[in-house]
Nanobody, 123 residues
Framework: QVQLVESGGGLVQAGGSLRLSCAAS????????MGWFRQAPGKEREFVAR????????YYADSVKGRFTISRDNAKNTVDLQMNNLKPEDTAVYYC????????????????WGQGTQVTVSS
């Protein structure tokens, strides 16, 4: 079975940083496009970042560009999301997801999902 487990969420002050980690089992992060999405209460799930399986290229939503960095550690089979200069608007449940053979910015393109980790940014 494929399992994605997010960790690292918490409560931070605006301007602070968090590093989320997604531990994968049953799949290899280097052979899947891995993405991070987030969902706030009452809102649709939205794309945050992805790292492409073919070349490791990264892509970010405009709202997080320059502040967030997605990376993968093939040895640990994890994908991380470094979040800097957090804003209250970043408050959401953050989900790790895997897509094969092609990734995108659309949640429907992803095959597997973690349970999410809560990120709360205070004003």
């Amino acid at each position: 079975q494929v399992q994605l487990v997010e960790s690292g969420g918490g409560l931070v002050q605006a301007g602070g940083s968090l590093r989320l980690s997604c531990a994968a089992s049953g799949l290899t992060v280097s052979t899947n496009t891995m993405g991070w999405f987030r969902q706030a209460p009452g809102k649709e799930r939205e794309f945050v970042a992805r790292i492409r399986r073919t070349d490791g290229s990264t892509y970010y939503a405009d709202s997080v560009k320059g502040r967030f960095t997605i990376s993968r550690d093939n040895a640990k089979n994890t994908v991380d999301l470094q979040m800097n200069n957090l804003k209250p608007e970043d408050t959401a449940v953050y989900y790790c997801a895997a897509a094969w053979p092609w990734g995108s910015t659309y949640s429907s393109n992803y095959n597997y999902w973690g349970q999410g980790t809560q990120v709360t940014v205070s004003s």
